[in-house]
């Protein structure tokens, strides 16, 4: 008997919460899809880098495990509420509360077994098109062919299990020890407010206030000052508990607000429907508090994480770029050593179309690099500002099959990473004295030019003219070389292994390939990309399902309102109008913080991890890419609990 019931109640709930149930299937769908990429040997086959992938997707999936609990363990809890009555009859009809807890349980655990089948399949589909997408980022061939991993199914069934049962054991808990009476009445009680007097809500908005201000202004000062990141590890943590503090804090006083100024005003309150839209509004924020600031957080780190994705993968196209110029490229400390190997090696195995020996100079003044750290330029490790040829630097160009450039007397140029390139043009760059003489800057360039690694420069390379470069010191002796065929990361490993065979001093300055480079930057790529879109996909869905769940709730417990609002004469369409609104009002509140927050953390976490190589214009463009996917993801959520809770109101 109460087997039936159960699979009935499940098939009942199951539609009445088929957001949440979607929500569910769709999240473990990434968490099976991810695992598969996890085990796949054919992807871990492409770099060595992305061995290192394994770890980091299992410590990511257990944070997405996590937040997928705590709503699985929320919308249990939610849904008792909702059906306390239905319970309540269960007891006053001589159900043991032993039984009534099995049957919550089954009925749960029966649609969390539906959602882990269904996301068996649809996760296989994912993957495959996660394996196109890393495929194509690696040039590789890509095939359809069906894949399935024990190990991958064992680790998405051990997450399920383990987050399913956590939840059922509190709620079996719960339900056994329940009094009839607690249940009868359960529905009609609101959350508690976490403050009961104004004067709280003072006290603790000023304080949410003031840690906002000192979580931003500690963060801003550890990422502009990176010498202080790496000490700082204290001041990282508290300016991130502050931020998270002042979270909970404003929107646990957000209704307060509301009241003393929107609600406060006569003449705005009793516009149109207003009063009913706030009220509605202010009700719910006033029991929520808590929840919409852990869904505030949700979406903070949610816009973030998208951002930084697109970030990081403008952040290593550039790097790549800028690094990966000649197919083989050597230094050496010391000046009057023999590089013929690395040439002999590229002439056998891989041929040659040309290439060039030529010192790079240590122009030892400071003046440049000193001027472009104080326009926060990334111009790396060197102190001194690196030099090269004029002869040598049109060669190399070129090699490179970039167009001519020419020189004129007592000018400079600079060869630079398109971020040193920007501001170089919106300031007036120094002078420089160097062999003796005066030079005046010229222009800048910011092609691909090897400028990346130290090879020619950490950021830029400055261009003069011969005879003034011939009186300066030898920083290292480099060979470009420009190869028939293409190298892979295993001829980097053979040069590296050549020349310390050869000399008996580890005098190597660099020694890199342009496929060794391109695997590595490929590799760092798509492990943080796509570990910062996983967290961000799943994370806005679970604070989008609850926001919608509670929506569609409250339009089923507060229909009477609609009928009230009906017969006062608000027709289907003004009617669905002002769902509409009240949908745009509850959706809209939780955005407050996180979209102008997230701006910021973005900025800075760029500026601290890609050391300000960011231009403003790729930043803010990324910026519009990350807000639009996750407005889009949000607005289905919207969609789908206006259209409906619309039916439910004025049907």
Not at 64 to 90: A, D, H, N, P, Q
Not at 204 to 218: H, I, N, S, Y
Not at 219 to 226: A, D, E, Q, V
Not at 389 to 410: C, I, N, Q, V
Request: with cysteine.
């Amino acid at each position: 008997m109460l087997s039936k019931l159960a699979v009935r109640n499940a098939k009942r709930s199951a539609r009445d919460y088929l957001i949440y149930l979607v929500t569910v299937t769709f999240s473990l769908s990434m968490v099976y899809a991810f695992n598969l990429i996890v085990f796949s040997s054919e992807i871990r086959n492409l770099s060595y880098g992305m061995s290192a992938m394994t770890g980091t997707i299992i410590f990511i999936s257990l944070i997405i495990v996590f937040v997928i609990g705590w709503l699985i363990c929320y919308m249990t809890r939610f849904i008792l509420e909702k059906r306390s009555r239905e319970f309540g009859t269960y007891l006053l009809l001589g159900i043991p509360n032993r039984d009534v807890a099995s049957l919550f349980v089954r009925e749960n655990l029966l649609m969390g077994a539906g959602a882990f089948i269904i996301s068996l399949l649809v996760g296989s589909f994912l993957y495959q098109i996660l394996d196109m997408i890393i495929m194509r980022i690696f040039q590789a061939q890509y095939q359809i062919q069906f894949q399935f991993s024990a190990k991958a199914l064992a680790l998405t069934a051990g997450y399920g299990a383990a987050i399913y049962l956590f939840a059922m054991v509190r709620v079996r808990r719960q339900l056994r020890k329940i009094k009839i009476c607690d249940l009868l009445y359960m529905e009609k009680k609101n959350e508690a407010s976490a403050l009961k007097t104004g004067k709280g809500h003072w006290t603790l908005f000023l304080a949410a206030a003031a840690a906002c201000a000192a979580g931003v202004g500690t963060l801003w000062y550890l990422c502009h000052h990176s010498e202080e990141v790496h000490n700082g590890g204290a001041l990282l943590l508290l300016s991130v508990v502050l931020l998270i503090g002042s979270i909970y804090g404003i929107y646990m006083t957000v209704t307060f607000f509301l009241g003393r100024t929107v609600l406060a005003r006569y003449s705005f309150k009793y516009k149109k429907h207003r009063l009913f839209l706030l009220r509605n509004m202010t009700a719910r924020m006033r029991t929520m508090g808590v929840t919409i600031g852990t869904l505030a957080l949700l979406l903070t780190l949610t816009l973030t994480a998208t951002s930084m994705g697109l970030l990081f993968e403008r952040f290593f196209s550039e790097k790549r770029e800028s690094t990966m110029s000649f197919d083989i490229t050597v230094s050496t400390t010391q000046p009057s050593e023999d590089l013929s190997p690395v040439s002999a090696y590229a002439e056998e195995r891989l041929g040659i179309r040309s290439q060039l020996a030529y010192p790079l100079y240590d122009g030892e003044s400071k003046i440049l690099t000193d001027w472009f750290r104080k326009q926060d330029s990334p111009v790396g490790w060197m102190e001194f500002a690196p030099v090269l040829a004029y002869s040598d630097y049109k060669e190399l160009r070129r090699m490179l099959g970039y167009g001519e450039t020419e020189l004129k007397e007592g000018r400079y140029l600079i060869q630079c990473t398109p971020r040193i390139r920007e501001i170089a043009e919106q300031e007036k760059i120094p002078d420089i004295r160097l062999g003796g003489e005066t030079l005046k800057y010229q222009e800048s360039r910011s092609e691909s030019f090897g400028v990346g690694d130290g090879f020619n420069g950490t950021g830029y390379v400055v261009i003069v003219p011969d005879n003034i470069a011939g009186k300066l010191p030898v920083y290292h002796m480099s060979l470009a070389v420009q190869t028939e065929k293409e190298t892979t990361p295993q001829d980097a490993e053979k040069l590296v292994n050549l020349l310390y065979e050869t000399y008996s001093y580890e005098g190597i300055d660099t020694c890199n390939t342009k496929g060794s480079i391109r695997d590595s930057y490929l590799s760092v790529f798509t492990i943080l990309a796509f570990s910062l879109y996983y967290v961000g996909l799943i994370f806005v869905c679970a604070a989008a399902a609850v926001l919608a769940v509670h929506q569609l709730s409250e339009a089923v417990k507060y229909q009477f309102r609609y009928e009230l609002l009906s017969k006062l004469g608000v027709g289907n369409r003004e009617g669905k109008k002002l769902v509409f609104q009240q949908q745009l009002l509850f959706f809209g509140v939780p955005l407050m913080i996180p979209v102008p927050l997230s701006i910021f953390l973005s900025r800075q976490l760029s500026y601290w991890m890609m050391m300000n190589e960011i231009s403003n214009k790729t930043f803010l463009h990324s910026q519009g890419i990350s807000l639009g996917l996750f407005g889009l993801v949000y607005l289905i959520y919207f969609a789908a609990s206006w259209r409906a809770c619309s039916r439910l109101a004025f049907s």
